[in-house]
């Protein structure tokens, strides 16, 4: 890995998903530590792609807000494209649902408030979902990045749920190719209050067309009925999520004033978010990482072939313990190897999966399966090279040469 780009040195990595790798990195110019995103190869390579990056990059110039992490710059070099941004210490309310119904609502109402504003200077979201919104340490909500779904393009949005506005989370015009407005953002935000107060989303779908479908025709169950909160919260989850945005919320302020005069008095305290996230994070330093759990699930799911459930499970276990680094370094070899398999002309699937199955099988302590794979690579792999090295069997693909 290039250990600096640009005046960026790269510190360690965060995390990687659908449109590249996250770096925690510092700014050697102005000394100060910074999200560095760095875009995959086919995305930097296009020049449209990059257009409407800096189109993004220009809106999101004008926005100064608390609750909206704040993009710094764009940085491209030979071989990379990068969004430096704001680097936040905090929790995403993805790892603390389910939500008490009044936590739930002071984290909607502050992201309310910076939708609002963004909303009033023309800048759409396009990607609410739970992995985008973050609270720091000082109980501050921050939403992550503004308009990145948008500027990869439509074209990929059937193959690849997580680059433009998440599947789970898109309104039904984005999906039946029509004009977004503030509205659109407001139907997500009504699926990720749902999810925050019940830790579900509103259907139980897996497969990518029937989520779409059912953007664009399921009915919206009744929060309550899955959830302990009050019954207010099925009319306000209802309207923001009604499919013609004319029968939506027309703006935030609009779904903020509802909320608000919903609940009364019985809103969260103003400090209760601070105490939550750093509460959180005491938690987490104390906990141990129980690798063989951790393994053993990821495991299995690669045995089913599912690469991005083992790639969720990994994160997650890494937000707890962001300081194991065996822990990071199999995320960050799991999420390659997806990017990788995804990639036109990519390693084959057989053999990746093989091979992460047997680094899960040795970390997890597990000789039956570790000697399975072995004997499955011999069998049907004859591209790998087994090799013994202080006492433990590592597999290495051969490359051809060049």
């Given at each position: 890995?290039t250990?600096k780009?640009?005046?960026?040195r790269?510190?360690?990595?965060?995390?990687?998903?659908?449109?590249?790798?996250?770096?925690?990195?510092?700014?050697?110019?102005?000394?100060?530590?910074?999200?560095?995103?760095?875009?995959?190869?086919?995305?930097?390579?296009?020049?449209d792609?990059?257009?409407?990056?800096?189109?993004?990059?220009?809106?999101?110039?004008?926005?100064?807000?608390?609750?909206?992490?704040?993009?710094?710059?764009?940085?491209?070099?030979?071989?990379?494209?990068c969004?430096?941004?704001?680097?936040i210490?905090?929790?995403?309310?993805?790892?603390?649902?389910?939500?008490?119904?009044?936590?739930?609502?002071?984290?909607i109402l502050?992201?309310?408030?910076?939708?609002?504003?963004?909303?009033?200077?023309?800048?759409?979201?396009?990607?609410?979902?739970?992995?985008?919104?973050?609270?720091?340490?000082?109980?501050?909500?921050?939403?992550?990045?503004?308009?990145?779904?948008?500027?990869?393009?439509?074209?990929?949005?059937?193959?690849?749920?997580?680059?433009?506005?998440?599947?789970?989370?898109?309104?039904p015009?984005?999906?039946?190719?029509?004009?977004?407005?503030?509205?659109?953002?407001?139907?997500?935000?009504?699926?990720?209050?749902?999810?925050?107060?019940s830790?579900r989303?509103?259907?139980?779908?897996?497969?990518?067309?029937?989520?779409?479908?059912?953007?664009?025709?399921?009915?919206?169950?009744?929060?309550?009925?899955?959830a302990?909160?009050?019954?207010?919260?099925?009319?306000?989850v209802g309207?923001?999520?009604?499919?013609?945005?004319?029968?939506?919320?027309?703006?935030?302020?609009?779904?903020?004033?509802?909320?608000?005069?919903?609940?009364?008095?019985?809103?969260f305290?103003?400090?209760?978010l601070?105490?939550?996230?750093?509460?959180?994070?005491?938690?987490?330093?104390?906990?141990?990482?129980?690798?063989?759990?951790?393994?053993?699930?990821?495991?299995?799911?690669?045995?089913?072939?599912?690469?991005?459930?083992?790639?969720h499970?990994?994160?997650?276990?890494?937000?707890?313990?962001?300081?194991?680094?065996?822990?990071?370094?199999?995320?960050?070899?799991?999420s390659?190897?997806?990017?990788?398999?995804?990639?036109p002309?990519?390693?084959?699937?057989?053999?990746?999966?093989?091979?992460?199955?047997?680094?899960?099988?040795?970390?997890c302590?597990?000789?039956?399966a570790?000697?399975?794979?072995?004997?499955?690579?011999a069998?049907?792999?004859?591209?790998?090279?087994?090799?013994?090295?202080?006492g433990s069997?590592?597999?290495y693909?051969?490359?051809?040469?060049?």
């Open positions: 890995m250990q780009i640009a005046q960026f790269i510190l360690g990595e965060l995390g990687a998903g659908g449109m590249g790798i996250v770096y925690r990195a510092l700014d050697t110019e102005l000394g100060r530590e910074v999200a560095l995103k760095r875009l995959r190869s086919e995305f930097a390579a296009s020049s792609v990059l257009e409407r990056f800096r189109n993004e990059a220009r809106l999101q110039g004008r926005m100064s807000h608390p609750g909206i992490a704040q993009l710094y710059s764009l940085v491209q070099t030979p071989d990379a494209f969004i430096a941004m704001e680097l210490n905090g929790v995403m309310v993805k790892d603390l649902m389910p939500l008490d119904w009044r936590i739930a609502v002071a984290v502050q992201v309310l408030d910076a939708l609002g504003y963004a909303h009033s200077l023309g800048v759409l979201h396009r990607d609410i979902k739970p992995e985008n919104v973050l609270i720091d340490t000082r109980g501050t909500v921050k939403i992550m990045d503004f308009g990145i779904a948008y500027a990869v393009g439509s074209e990929r949005m059937t193959r690849e749920k997580s680059v433009l506005g998440t599947i789970e989370y898109v309104p015009e984005r999906i039946l190719n029509r004009p977004m407005d503030a509205r659109s953002d407001i139907y997500s935000l009504g699926i990720l209050l749902f999810e925050l107060l830790a989303l509103p259907f139980d779908l897996e497969n990518d067309y029937d989520i779409m479908r059912w953007q664009i025709e399921g009915s919206v169950p009744q929060v309550s009925s899955v302990s909160v009050p019954a207010f919260f099925d009319r306000i309207k923001a999520m009604r499919k013609d945005p004319a029968e939506r919320y027309a703006t935030c302020s609009e779904m903020a004033a509802d909320l608000q005069s919903a609940t009364g008095d019985l809103l305290p103003a400090d209760g601070q105490q939550l996230v750093t509460a959180r994070i005491a938690t987490a330093r104390a906990a141990e990482f129980d690798a063989a759990s951790c393994y053993r699930e990821v495991a299995g799911h690669l045995q089913a072939g599912n690469l991005g459930a083992a790639e499970v990994l994160q997650a276990e890494a937000r707890r313990f962001p300081r194991d680094s065996g822990l990071l370094r199999y995320l960050s070899i799991v390659r190897a997806r990017l990788e398999i995804e990639s002309g990519g390693t084959s699937r057989d053999q990746t999966l093989c091979w992460l199955r047997m680094i899960a099988a040795e970390r302590g597990d000789r039956a570790f000697a399975r794979e072995i004997d499955f690579a069998d049907k792999l004859p591209g790998f090279v087994v090799a013994t090295a202080h069997a590592q597999l693909p051969e490359r051809n040469s060049r």
